[in-house]
């Protein structure tokens, strides 16, 4: 840039400013030769404190609030809000102060935020994101830095699996594998199916979740006729359900990722005129959002999650009636519950340890066991995943006009390694089309 | 702004070089910029903000990958942001293999050597909106590819845990290898562009017909051109997952590369700075806007529409023409050193209108 051939009447003039700016460059670059001030600064505190009366707690709420997933994320904030809302943002003198970033479901905005949170409002620990990869990249720099992170509803198996750390937890959802594996096993026993077809969204929520149901079908005696994977755009599905109808299996294993491909596959099976009373579907592919906008089309449809609206509970009851007053009617759907039951978790976790922060939180978590949650009875496990009920779900019609996933059975206690031991499981690869965990 | 020494460089291949006062200006701004990114982690700012700079500088140097094709060649790629994936992955699974940094880079230069053969030898045939789409069309394939094949790439979850070399661990010395590797790529792009090469591709972009039939090989230079622009994105891709230790498919998606083409236009086609000061507008309205403004997209979107409304030459370019237009009327009289505004028949190809005529750029609009 700094051509010295000067040339006419102005070269002195020129040849000093280029000086100045050279030394100035000089300067600077000797100055990058020591270390800069805020370089020296501490690294936010890792070791957690614990047992303190009164204070305030800092949480970082990443969610995509923007772009292709802003319906999810915002219910996601909703249901953090709403707890706090109910319950008053302060816990036994300890108040919660929430900031709340959109990351649009890009991971390298997620990990911008999640550094703007740590390193300039200095909270004490991150809730979310929400997207598996944005997740898993939050995941990783935040137990760098030794602040916890809390998940309300990232799925992807790995975050408490293969790449599982001491300050992550998941705190408001289960993995793909985790939550459709008693689908599998209800299937072949208490539904009486033996053969089975499988459609699931072709990337790595999908694999994972056809990988819990087959493994808990096949446990179980049951056989696997064919699995079809459809890509995750697709909004015409009768050539899928075609190749459902040729299979003629006895029961339709269903899993989405939420939106329109559940109401979408719903149409095109109904329309060809398929037996509902055969259909098992995942958590997401009916949802409140495919309920809403189904109807009475999808009563006594039958699918598998952990959370299920129309449990009769009294924290469930609490919840729903709050979020109908917040969302005009609306019932609560997973993506809400997440963050509802994340909130109240770390509500009863302070009660019960006052304040903590660090690895102290993360701890105090997989510690407790939530004995009454909007889940059911939850606990962790060594991975900070959580252990707890998954409900084989029926939809009904409620009386006032919402309609509701009711549980018609339940497993207490699932945990994630679908009746493998932890080091038997981490061996396997990742779940893939080509890789189910069937042997 | 500071592009105009592109322009004079260009007078150079043409004549003799025209200096003065702007251009001492335009030199004095470039030095006391680079001096102000040397100082900025002296200047108090936290390690947030010089992550943040790193963030922008790196979107710059991929940005400045997409420039260096679309102002010289008039080449609008729809796919950089593939070639810098596939950089990225190959660190990322070099680094899954459990090889040392030093391995990162190979693998990440082969990639990117292959990416780039890949979409130079596909799309050397083609101009304009074909180009465009067969850059989409790659682009699209490599994050397919990223997508599907799980066993290598990790499928959506991505890889994580990519380290950088030890040496570089701390923010504020990666920064400077950012800074480090921007001031390079800028100027060996800016060499480039203004090579009897660069001459060549302008030469391809006005008119490929009548450069082939003085006996050029339009198809290796374009070829030539990808390479280098290529590669370029590749030591972006490479800087970007040192920086978050991370990569997954979202980075290949046809989002991103629109935003690269976004930043270029908010920069200016074909000036230096362009693709710096448009990548610093994105990344700080994604990324600190969004914090306290909840309809950010929208007010990139307006941000976008008002300079394609009013400053088609880009943030840099129009405020070039500005400071040029008052300069003129201070003086009373048009600058002597400049054809008319818009005019029909100005042989060097210093007219600024040239860069805003070209065709890639009605394309985009």
């Known amino acids: ?439 | 702004m500071s592009n105009r020494i592109v322009e004079t460089r260009t007078v150079r291949t043409f004549g003799p070089p025209r200096r003065d006062r702007v251009q001492l200006m335009n030199l004095g701004l470039l030095a006391a910029l680079l001096v102000a990114a040397l100082a900025l982690p002296y200047l108090g700012a936290s390690s947030f903000v010089v992550s943040l700079a790193s963030t922008i500088l790196i979107a710059a140097t991929l940005a400045s990958s997409v420039n260096f094709l679309a102002g010289n060649g008039g080449m609008v790629s729809l796919g950089h942001a593939g070639i810098a994936a596939a950089s990225a992955y190959g660190a990322g699974w070099a680094s899954r293999q459990g090889f040392d940094p030093g391995m990162q880079v190979v693998f990440a230069l082969g990639m990117t050597l292959a990416a780039s053969l890949v979409y130079g030898l596909l799309s050397m045939r083609t101009s304009g909106i074909y180009f465009l789409m067969v850059t989409l069309a790659v682009g699209m394939l490599i994050y397919g590819l990223a997508f599907r094949l799980s066993s290598v790439t990790g499928g959506e979850n991505g890889i994580s845990g990519i380290a950088r070399p030890e040496w570089m661990d701390s923010y504020w010395i990666y920064y400077y290898v950012v800074l480090g590797a921007f001031v390079i790529a800028t100027a060996v792009l800016w060499i480039v562009g203004n090579s009897p090469f660069g001459a060549s591709l302008r030469g391809i972009r006005d008119s490929e017909s009548r450069m082939r039939s003085l006996g050029y090989s339009v198809r290796s230079y374009k070829l030539g051109a990808f390479m280098i622009s290529g590669s370029v994105a590749g030591l972006a891709g490479l800087l970007a997952v040192w920086h978050t230790h991370f990569v997954s498919p979202s980075t290949a998606g046809v989002d991103r590369s629109v935003h690269l083409i976004v930043m270029v236009i908010l920069g200016g086609i074909g000036t230096l700075l362009g693709p710096l000061i448009g990548a610093a507008v994105v990344v700080l309205v994604e990324n600190v806007l969004s914090s306290h403004v909840d309809r950010w997209p929208t007010i990139l979107g307006l941000i976008f529409i008002l300079v394609i409304l009013f400053a088609r030459a880009g943030i840099a370019g129009s405020t070039r023409k500005l400071f040029r237009r008052l300069r003129a009327r201070s003086k009373e009289a048009p600058p002597p050193d400049r054809g008319a505004p818009g005019g029909t028949a100005v042989p060097d190809g210093t007219n600024p209108a040239r860069h805003d005529a070209t065709p890639e750029g009605k394309d985009l609009q």
């Open chain 1, 1 to 439: 840039m700094t051509s010295t051939k000067t040339r006419g009447r102005r070269s002195a003039g020129r040849l000093s400013a280029l000086k100045t700016a050279g030394i100035a460059a000089v300067a600077a670059l000797a100055l990058t030769a020591c270390a800069p001030p805020g370089a020296a600064e501490p690294a936010p505190t890792s070791g957690g404190s614990s047992g303190e009366a009164g204070g305030t707690l800092k949480v970082g709420y990443i969610s995509p609030t923007t772009g292709n997933f802003a319906v999810a994320g915002q219910e996601m904030v909703d249901g953090w809000n709403l707890y706090w809302d109910i319950n008053g943002a302060e816990v036994d003198g300890i108040t919660i102060e929430t900031i709340v970033e959109d990351d649009a479901g890009n991971p390298e905005t997620s990990l911008t935020k999640a550094h703007k949170l740590v390193e300039q409002d200095k909270v004490d620990f991150i809730v979310g994101p929400l997207i598996a990869n944005t997740a898993l990249a939050v995941a990783e720099y935040t137990a760098s830095v030794g602040i916890p992170n809390l998940h309300p509803v990232a799925a992807s198996d790995d975050l408490t699996q293969r790449n599982a750390n001491d300050l992550t937890v998941r705190t408001g959802s289960m993995g793909g594998s985790q939550a459709n594996f008693p689908g599998g096993v209800w299937a072949a026993t208490d539904g009486g199916y033996d053969t089975a077809v499988t459609l699931c969204a072709d990337y790595a929520f999908g694999w994972e979740s056809c990988a819990g149901f087959v493994q808990g079908f096949t446990q179980n005696g049951g056989e696997v006729l064919e699995q079809i994977w459809f890509p995750n755009t697709t909004t015409d599905f009768s050539t899928y359900v075609s190749q459902i109808q040729a299979a003629g299996a006895d029961v339709v294993y269903v899993a989405t990722a939420g939106g329109a491909p559940g109401p979408n596959f719903l149409n095109a099976y109904q329309g060809l005129g398929l037996d509902p009373d055969k259909l098992l579907m995942n958590c997401c592919a009916l949802d409140q959002g495919t309920l809403r906008a189904m109807g009475d089309q999808v009563v006594g449809v039958k699918s598998v999650s952990y959370w299920a609206e129309g449990r009769d509970s009294a924290a469930v009851a609490e919840f729903i009636d709050a979020y109908k007053e917040f969302a005009d009617g609306k019932v609560p759907g997973a993506y809400v519950a997440g963050g509802y039951m994340t909130a109240s978790l770390v509500a009863s976790v302070l009660k019960e340890k006052g304040l903590v922060t660090g690895e102290d939180l993360v701890s105090a978590i997989t510690e407790y066991t939530f004995e009454d949650s909007i889940f059911g009875r939850v606990s962790w496990d060594d991975y900070n995943q959580m252990v707890g009920p998954v409900y084989v779900r029926e939809v009904t019609a409620g009386d006032d006009g919402n309609f509701y996933n009711t549980p018609i059975a339940t497993f207490e206690d699932v945990d994630q390694w679908l009746g493998r031991t932890p080091e038997e499981a981490l061996a396997q690869p990742t779940y893939s089309q080509s890789f189910q965990g069937l042997e």
